[in-house]
């Protein structure tokens, strides 16, 4: 047998458990409103060939993925650093932010929206695009 010396290891046992609304109710409209503060941003930094895609009940990454395309480096950057600022200054917090150094693909993850900002070359060659617009399973399988 195997026994723990020291501190009593303690439970909940008696306290009812909080309920709270599921995060789709809850949320709906600061997603709304974080999509919204997203899309004007991208314009406002001329973002190019701007992409959104629902992925709702496709995937439980996120609600919807935004694509687009900055024009060199610099504008990646700072179409990034643009669309960050603007997100806290919303009140939406801080975004996880991926690939802001190299700027040829930078990730903007705000829980429920994912934002892709590329260089035109790579997003070429990911197209990731193509694989999120694809049919749901019930729309038919495309070959």
């Keep these: 047998m195997f026994f723990w010396k020291g501190k009593t290891l303690r439970t909940a046992i008696g306290k009812k458990a909080e309920v ?3 995060l789709a109710e809850a949320g709906r409209e600061d997603v709304a409103r974080a999509l919204e503060t997203v899309l004007t941003s991208l314009d406002d930094s001329k973002a190019e060939d701007i992409t959104n895609i629902d992925i709702r009940g496709k995937s439980p990454l996120a609600d ?3 694509v ?4 060199s480096h610099r504008h990646v950057a700072a179409i990034a650093d643009h669309l960050i600022r603007n997100l806290k200054e919303a009140g939406l917090g801080a975004p996880r932010v991926e690939g802001q150094s190299g700027a040829d693909w930078v990730l903007v993850d705000t829980g429920d929206i994912i934002i892709h900002v590329f260089r035109p070359e790579v997003r070429e060659f990911y197209n990731i695009e193509k694989m999120w617009q ?3 399973a019930e729309e038919g399988t495309v070959h």
């Design 134 to 136: 694809a049919p749901d």
């Design 68 to 71: 687009a395309t900055g024009r």
């Design 64 to 66: 919807y993925m935004i």
């Design 20 to 22: 709270l609304p599921s």
